[in-house]
């Protein structure tokens, strides 16, 4: 049995019973359900968010694997890109340098590919670890272009080192002949001619030689010219060697070569003569080096020893008559 409520009533000074409508019973019972309906939702609410769903628990240790993996990933590229660096400083200072060529200015080492616009979309998504992975992203897209710049420098200096050694090999490095076979009888510069008998300029040098010495190429190239005049250079040859070098080899006795013919630094091209404009047997040698005649005592500096090359010299400077 339900217990009954009184008030007092100040009008007749005694205790009445509270007569109950049905309005306020039903809100009484409106109220009462609103605040167990408002606690339900609050302890949900605390359950939920301390309880993660078999999938959300799956979902969360992939999310911390995977920032893991990236963590890694960056202190990867960090010692990648240590590395890198000590290379760029190797090919700037070391290998650039050798072959005389500029270093690669940091403006292009360290050009950028886009910044954070190609990755618009994953900017607009507003993950969680975000700004991490764009860092990373970046970071990894950097390091792609320093490579890529680092191994085209490397493919340029193998293209250097392939010139370097087919100019090694061409330009003029050995006497045209034999010394054991010839003796130096004049030099480059103002010499008294032969046949003139004025004082004028000597754009070779001359080796005295028996009529049949060997004469051979003094770097590799190709036959550009053989010809056979009277006078003059009387029979001659002239090879391009590339490079900016030609030789000239004059009064000839023989030819062993031909127009066109490539030949190597040492291979037999003719036999020394007497044939031209010459006084006696002899062979007179010229180097042209882009287009004009130097001196080719300069260039003997490997089939000669120290004091060879002394001698040479020596018998060079003197100024005497030229064959």
Not at 127 to 146: A, C, I, Y
Not at 177 to 202: E, V, W
Not at 255 to 265: E, P, Y
């Amino acid at each position: 049995m339900s217990k009954v409520k009184y008030h007092y009533d100040t009008e007749t000074c005694k205790y009445e019973p509270i007569k109950r409508t049905s309005a306020s019973i039903t809100l009484d019972i409106l109220l009462y359900g609103s605040l167990v309906l408002t606690g339900a939702v609050c302890i949900l609410v605390i359950y939920l968010s301390y309880y993660d769903s078999p999938n959300e628990k799956l979902l969360r240790k992939g999310n911390e694997r995977l920032v893991f993996r990236l963590q890694m990933l960056d202190k990867e590229m960090g010692q990648v890109g240590q590395v890198l660096a000590k290379l760029q400083n190797r090919d700037d200072k070391v290998y650039r340098t050798i072959f005389e060529q500029e270093p690669i200015a940091s403006s292009i080492r360290n050009a950028g590919i886009g910044g954070t616009r190609r990755y618009q979309d994953l900017v607009e998504q507003e993950l969680e670890n975000g700004n991490f992975l764009l860092r990373t992203l970046t970071r990894f897209d950097q390091l792609k272009r320093q490579m890529y710049i680092q191994t085209k420098s490397y493919d340029e200096l193998l293209s250097l080192a392939k010139r370097q050694h087919l100019m090694l090999a061409s330009i003029p490095a050995i006497t045209p002949i034999s010394l054991k076979q010839s003796y130096l009888s004049s030099g480059f510069g103002l010499r008294f001619h032969p046949i003139h008998k004025i004082r004028r300029m000597h754009t070779g040098i001359d080796f005295g030689a028996r009529v049949g010495t060997p004469v051979y190429a003094t770097g590799a190239g190709k036959v550009t010219k053989v010809s056979t005049r009277f006078t003059g250079a009387g029979k001659n040859i002239e090879i391009d060697h590339g490079f900016g070098f030609k030789t000239k080899y004059f009064h000839l006795s023989e030819f062993n070569v031909k127009v066109g013919q490539k030949i190597k630094r040492g291979e037999l091209i003719a036999y020394s003569g007497n044939t031209g404009t010459s006084s006696g047997p002899h062979l007179h040698y010229e180097v042209v080096k882009n287009r004009k005649k130097v001196n080719p005592i300069h260039y003997f500096y490997q089939d000669i020893t120290d004091k060879e090359f002394e001698k040479l010299v020596e018998l060079a400077s003197v100024e005497n008559s030229s064959m």
